[in-house]
């Protein structure tokens, strides 16, 4: 599939409300939330289920349940925790997991800071989160750490993408599916997403 980009009025109409400089925090962190959620539903879409005999007010019957307990969400510090919410709240057994990293200047290699994640990944699907792909330099180095501890299911979920970042992160796993609520213009020349909705991080925890 490569790269799914949600097309759907309501979240055209909340991704506008989010980009506008005069969004206050809380409104923010919540559509930031709301989103996630809708980008979930959509990332789950192949998800297996089990037959389960249930027993209703009514009658017994078969339903289908889904294992929690496979999936595993890891949001990249401190952006993606802003979208962790948002999943929680429609599978909130999931195993969850952090990634901080940072560049360092004289290597130009990812330095970890923090890394903790749910044992057994080769037996998950994971999940992980950054509200911006700009770069891709970040979504890329967390996947590979994820890699190298046995991933084998990756998905990658962003609020907003730019080409340039979408173009990296498929040349370097392309196994890896993206979803997006939108694909931007460009970046500009200081790395931000055009038009973009600023700093994430600094709009959902309030430290702009």
Known sequence: MGIIKLNHPLVNHKLTILRDKNTGTKEFREIIGE????????AMKD???????????????????LD????????????????LDGLIRVMPNAKIGHIGMYRNEETLKPT??????PKDLAEREVIVLDPMLATGGS????????????????KFLCIIAAPEGL???QEIHPDVDIYTTSIDEKLNENG???????DAGDRIFGTK
Do not use: N, Q, W
């Not at 970890?112 to 994640?117: E, I, V």
């Open 35 to 42: 989103l996630s959620t809708i980008l979930c539903y959509e």
């Open 47 to 65: 998800a297996t289920l089990e037959k389960k005999e249930i027993e209703t007010p009514v009658c017994k019957t078969v339903g289908e349940k």
């Open 68 to 83: 929690e307990d496979k999936y595993a969400f890891i949001p990249i510090l401190r952006a993606g925790t802003g979208m």
């Open 112 to 117: 970890k800071y923090y890394y903790k994640t």
């Open 139 to 154: 979504g890329i180095d967390a996947i590979t750490m994820l890699k190298e501890d046995g991933a084998k299911k990756i």
């Open 167 to 169: 173009k990296k992160m």
């Open 192 to 198: 931000y997403i055009v038009p973009g909705l600023g």
